[in-house]
């Protein structure tokens, strides 16, 4: 659940409600399907995210319930159940206490992409940002992706 939401930028909301019918595990994507008037894509799913799928599905409880993550007793992870389980494993990890909400995943992705030099297009699609203005706040914060602009401009001679 934890990766799922971090590398494709979903809220816990988002990420309780993927259901089996949202992936595509023969051709390595998943459906994000946004709330708050964000924009729902199809993404690519990475190796490691296919392979965590796979052996979920094994370990998953047998129901008729489409829902991706089914609890122990049978029934959809709720949003409540996510933020618990993301506490106590960010709590374990020493994670700060004022960022032990699952949202914190999303800003991260984003803060990581804007670092990597990502272009905001791309982050602003991969977190499913409908105006680029929310996607720009990542930039602003980045001085990675600052830095690595300026270095390109310099070695391509746009800048003296």
Same mark, same amino acid.
Request: glycine share 6%.
């Given at each position: 659940m934890i990766l799922l939401a971090y590398r494709h930028g979903l809220r816990a909301t988002e990420t309780c409600n993927i259901t089996v019918e949202n992936l595509d595990l023969e051709a390595g994507n998943i459906r994000c399907n946004r709330g708050k008037g964000s924009i729902?894509?199809?993404?690519? !799913?990475?190796?490691?995210? $296919?392979?965590? $799928?796979?052996?979920w599905m094994k370990k998953r409880p047998k129901t008729t319930n489409p829902c991706l993550f $089914?609890?122990?007793?049978?029934?959809?992870?709720?949003?409540? #159940?996510?933020?618990?389980?993301? #506490?106590? !494993?960010?709590?374990?990890?020493? !994670?700060?206490?004022?960022?032990?909400?699952?949202?914190? !995943?999303?800003?991260?992705?984003?803060?990581?992409?804007?670092?990597?030099?990502v272009p905001p297009q791309v982050i602003q699609n991969r977190l499913g940002h409908r105006n680029i203005q929310n996607t720009m706040v990542y930039m602003t914060i980045s001085s990675g992706f600052v830095d690595k602009m300026v270095n390109a401009a310099m070695a391509n001679g746009n800048v003296v």
């Open positions: 729902s894509n199809w993404q690519q !799913l990475a190796e490691d995210e $296919i392979k965590a $799928i796979k052996v $089914i609890s122990r007793k049978g029934t959809p992870v709720s949003r409540s #159940q996510f933020f618990k389980i993301f #506490q106590n !494993l960010a709590e374990k990890t020493g !994670l700060a206490s004022e960022k032990r909400h699952p949202h914190i !995943l999303k800003h991260s992705l984003g803060t990581h992409l804007a670092n990597a030099g």
